[in-house]
């Protein structure tokens, strides 16, 4: 059974760097896109960004020159870094499995997701 | 674009059928995923891949799309239905994903 389980600081001062790691149970890490998603409270699901199993890296393009997404398959575990964060960046930290395929039609979902992390950026 | 749009809110009479949507242009070359959020819950998946259910998902749970709309529909909707609900999918570009803002989806 897949299991993700994420840890990290919960608590931040504006201007720190958020540090969240997902350890992934019972998966490979080849074949599949690693994300991490927030969701502000109150708010929706914004993308973070992703990984694959050889470090390949995509970001939202609104946090890219902030984000560092990183993957240890000797652990199977990855892990996200949000630099320089504000009030704005407080919100629940998920990580998640994705799966992309298809031809003439793609098929891209999460299936699997972290239990969350709530983390405060306030002084 | 790599926006999806979703209705703020929709309500349902309990049994009955509920239609939720999620319009962008990224679903004319994506089937969009579909998420169900309860409060204080990480999502959890009801469908991919246009209309397929994980194990565990009730078959009152259905997807479908055409052109740049998609579509949840629940048949016989149920308490345990009220929830948020979100679409997402890759956008235009193939390399970033998106999701809808979502649909807070209530039973009366």
């Known amino acids: 059974q897949v299991q993700l389980q994420q840890w990290g600081a919960g608590l931040l001062k504006p201007s720190e760097t958020l540090s969240l790691t997902c350890a992934v149970y019972g998966a490979s890490f080849s074949g599949y896109y690693w994300s991490w998603i927030r969701q502000p409270p109150g708010k929706g699901l914004e993308w973070i960004g992703e990984i694959n199993h050889s470090g390949s890296t995509k970001y939202n393009p609104s946090l890219k020159s902030r984000v560092t997404i990183s993957v240890d398959t000797s652990k199977n575990q990855f892990s996200l870094k949000l630099s320089s964060v504000t009030a704005a960046d407080t919100a629940v930290y998920y990580c998640?499995?994705?799966?992309?395929?298809?031809?003439?039609?793609?098929?891209?979902?999460?299936?699997?997701w972290g239990q969350g992390t709530l983390v405060t950026a306030s002084s | 674009s790599s926006e999806l749009t979703q209705d703020p809110a929709v309500s349902v009479a309990l049994g009955q059928t509920v239609r939720i949507t999620c319009q962008g242009d990224s679903l004319r070359s994506y089937y969009a995923s579909w998420y169900q959020q309860k409060p204080g819950q990480a999502p959890v998946l009801v469908i991919y891949a246009k209309n397929s259910r994980p194990s565990g998902i009730p078959d009152r749970f259905s997807g479908s799309s055409s052109g740049n709309t998609a579509s949840l529909t629940i048949t016989g909707a149920q308490a345990e239905d009220e929830a948020d609900y979100y679409c997402?999918?890759?956008?235009?570009?193939?390399?970033?994903?998106?999701f809808g803002g979502g649909t807070k989806l209530t039973v009366l």
């Open positions: 997402n999918s890759r956008d235009t570009s193939g390399n970033h994903v998106v």
């Open positions: 998640a499995r994705g799966e992309d395929y298809g031809a003439i039609i793609g098929r891209y979902y999460f299936d699997y």
